[in-house]
Each structure stands twice: as structure tokens, then as C-alpha cells.
């Protein structure tokens, strides 16, 4: 069964960083194109970055960009987001998801997403 699993979140000072890592269970993560999304309380949750399973070409939304980097590791088999300069305003549940529809890039649109892992709290606060 496909299933992906967040890990890494906690509670930063604004200005610190975070690593998030995004491990797969019954597949590859290579297979997939692999998104990061999350939800701040009382919003919709948004796209962040993704990393597509052709080329591995990225994606990353300008909220973020700059700050965020998206990057896969073959031999653990994850996908990690690397989260530096964090702002009170990245304080959300960040999840990430497969796209198992076998498109060849990636995109931040949660629609396209089939598989999601349960989420993991990073909170930005002094």
C-alpha cells in the first residue's frame, strides 16, 4: 500500500530553519511526482514546492521561494524540504503527497495529489 509519512516539524524562532523529510512506503519516490502543501488555521491549505519524478525539475512558489528548497534523496528514499529564514506566517500543518498519475511534472495544485501523509505542526513563533 502507498503511503507517504512527514517528519520534522517543531517550533522555531522567526529567522530559524527546519528541515522537513518526507519518507514513502510501497514505492519509490522517484516514481511519483512528490508535493509539499500546508494549512495555516482558518485557511485553505496552498501548495509550497514540488519536485517532479521525470527529472527531478523543482517547483516553488513565491511565498517561499528563496527560502525553501525542495530535494530528493534516492538512497533514503525521501523527499526533504529544507525551510531557512522562517516567518511567524509559515507557522501551519505542511503534508506531503503523490501524484500517481504518472504526469511527467510536478505542480503545487492540490487536486492533482492522490496520497497524502497525515501532516507534520511547524510553528514560528519568538
Known amino acids: 500500500q502507498l503511503q507517504v509519512v512527514e517528519s520534522g516539524g517543531g517550533l522555531v524562532q522567526p529567522g530559524g530553519s527546519l528541515r522537513l523529510s518526507c519518507a514513502a512506503s510501497?514505492?519509490?519516490?522517484?516514481?511519483?511526482?512528490i508535493g509539499w502543501f500546508r494549512q495555516a488555521p482558518g485557511k485553505e491549505r496552498e501548495g509550497v514546492s514540488c519536485i517532479s519524478r521525470s527529472d527531478g525539475h523543482t517547483y516553488t512558489e513565491d511565498s517561499v521561494k528563496g527560502r525553501f528548497t525542495i530535494s530528493r534523496d534516492y538512497a533514503k528514499n525521501t523527499v526533504t524540504l529544507q525551510m531557512n529564514g522562517l516567518k511567524t506566517e509559515d507557522t501551519a500543518v505542511y503534508y506531503c503527497?503523490?501524484?500517481?498519475?504518472?504526469?511527467?511534472?510536478?505542480?503545487?495544485?492540490?487536486?492533482?495529489?492522490?496520497?497524502w501523509g497525515q501532516g507534520t505542526q511547524v510553528t514560528v513563533s519568538s
Open positions: 503527497a503523490a501524484d500517481v498519475s504518472r504526469r511527467a511534472y510536478c505542480s503545487t495544485y492540490s487536486h492533482k495529489y492522490h496520497y
Open positions: 510501497g514505492f519509490t519516490l522517484d516514481t511519483y511526482n
